[in-house]
């Protein structure tokens, strides 16, 4: 057991901020060859031209989900050691439903927002200004909201945990669903495609 | 700011995320945390706030809830990774000639239209992703990934969200 190296104490905190520096620019550069500098390419998902936001997502997330469940499994990794967000069910899924509903006006998500300002959108500066608004009027307001903020409250929760199922299996289902989506997507792009020659 | 070589054709999608599950792995594997990007405009904020009005920021655990002890809020870990990404975004970009100033938009909707949508939906963003702890990033990646129940909750209703005002949105876009 030797992984998060961080929490075993391997480096410290500068070393961290390089660390969170060099995520960075990967995470960025991956977002901007995946298209998400791009808000038609992120917003194609929604009308089923275009399904690269899910395909993208659904890629990263088995590929990372993966690594750390055989990185556990072979003793490599303590995944009790990665930071898990507590969940709050209500307005976790409240604030999915606003997000969402901005992500399809604005165009862009927050991380995906950097890095169309940092290929020259200009429609990705004025949602990035946007976004700094809506978290100081919600942090303005947040003793109205924070009943609703701190309701539901379920601690450190996973699938596995909600399901009684083990973690394997979730692992299992996840790639069997993420496969059949990919399946799925690429169906509807062909479709979409051959209705657009048609019209 | 006209790129001189026309811009090459985005990455293939698998490759791309395959790309940045690697990178989600790498961020769990070396610091045992995920990915984010909204709580770095949280910390900005805080970071601006407690400049010009300490004792407010103070009184608001919003706010406070990002001040550090002896450091400034910016000194945090998501704000050097989303500073990685501006890096990252803007590397990426200048090798495939694809940093162009222009707006992003449908051929129905004007300009000034798009940038009135632009910031509505950033302003939703912001105001999501703190009733959700974390955007797509941090919970939808991140706490996919870790089979977060919360995160997987938020998701879903992310896809729901988008989908339900897909239509009436429809000419921005299309």
């Known amino acids: 057991m030797m992984a998060p190296f961080f929490k075993f104490g391997l480096f410290g905190d500068n070393l961290g901020m390089v660390v969170a520096f060099a995520v960075g620019i990967g995470f960025g550069f991956f977002l901007e060859r995946a298209g998400f500098g791009n808000a038609r390419k992120l917003a194609a998902q929604f009308y089923f031209t275009d399904l690269r936001v899910f395909k993208v997502m659904f890629t990263a997330i088995v590929t990372a989900m993966l690594g750390v469940y055989y990185l556990s499994v072979f003793g490599f990794m303590d995944l009790s050691l990665v930071y898990l967000t507590p969940t709050f069910l209500a307005p976790q899924m409240v604030g999915g439903l606003i997000l969402g509903m901005g992500f399809v006006v604005g165009g862009y998500c927050p991380g995906t927002a950097c890095v169309g300002v940092a290929t020259g959108r200009i429609d990705a500066l004025v949602l990035f200004i946007g976004i700094f608004v809506g978290i100081f009027g919600f942090s303005e307001l947040f003793p109205l909201v924070s009943g609703f903020y701190n309701a539901t409250p379920m601690g450190q929760l996973t699938l596995p945990q909600v399901t009684r199922l083990p973690y394997g299996f979730i692992v299992f289902a996840v790639v069997l669903m993420a496969l059949g989506g990919f399946a799925g997507a690429e169906w509807v792009e062909k479709r979409m495609a051959a209705r657009k020659v048609e019209a | ?174």
């Open chain 2, 1 to 174: 700011m006209h790129p001189t070589k026309p811009a090459e054709p985005y990455w293939n999608p698998y490759l791309a995320g395959v790309g940045l599950g690697l990178v989600l792995l790498a961020s769990f594997v070396i610091m045992g945390r995920g990915l984010g990007a909204s709580g770095a405009f949280a910390s900005t904020i805080t970071a601006g706030l407690t400049a010009v009005a300490p004792n407010h920021v103070a009184g608001n655990p919003a706010f406070s809830e990002y001040l550090k002890e002896g450091t400034s809020p910016l000194n945090d870990w998501l704000v050097f990774e989303v500073l990685g990404v501006f890096v990252g975004g803007f590397l990426s970009g200048t090798l495939a000639h694809r940093v162009t100033r222009t707006v992003e938009k449908g051929p129905r909707i004007s300009t000034s239209g798009r940038l009135v949508f632009a910031f509505i939906g950033g302003v939703l963003m912001g105001v999501g992703a703190k009733f959700a702890r974390g955007c797509t990033s941090g919970q939808a990646l991140t706490g996919g990934a870790l089979l977060n129940a919360g995160s997987w909750a938020f998701m879903i209703m992310v896809f729901a969200g988008a989908y339900a005002f897909a239509y009436l949105m429809r000419r921005q876009w299309t």
